[in-house]
């Protein structure tokens, strides 16, 4: 059974920084995108990032463009988001979700393994 475990959310102020990580655990990780994806109260769920797990090419939508930073590290089998600059309308529940996206800013949000989520919250 994969496992998908995020961590790294919390209540920050506008204009902070946060780092998400999410590990994963018994996935074959060749050819495997990994997809953030955040959910606001209220409203569908997002796909801001996707990262090829192979050669680590990316994407961003726009929201996040030149805010966010999606990497991995193949040896901790782990996926990060660095989130800077925050702002009050970035709030939302993160997920972590392996197979859920491609880099060509395809975002399949039933798809793939998903974690529990993290809560990231800025005030304004």
């Known amino acids: 059974q994969v496992q998908v475990v995020e961590s790294g959310g919390g209540l920050v102020q506008a204009g902070g920084s946060l780092r998400l990580s999410c590990i994963v655990s018994?996935?074959?990780?060749?050819?495997?995108?990994m997809g953030w994806v955040r959910q606001a109260p209220g409203k569908e769920r997002e796909g801001i990032s996707c990262i090829r797990w192979t050669g680590g090419s990316t994407h961003y939508s726009d929201s996040v463009k030149g805010r966010f930073t999606i990497s991995r590290d193949n040896a901790k089998n782990t996926a990060y988001l660095q989130m800077n600059s925050l702002k009050a309308e970035d709030t939302a529940m993160y997920y972590c979700?392996?197979?859920?996206?491609?880099?060509?800013?395809?975002?399949?949000?039933?798809?793939?393994?998903w974690g529990q989520g993290t809560q990231v919250t800025v005030s304004p």
């Open positions: 979700a392996a197979g859920s996206c491609r880099t060509d800013g395809s975002y399949y949000k039933n798809a793939g393994f």
């Open positions: 018994r996935l074959n990780f060749r050819d495997v995108y």
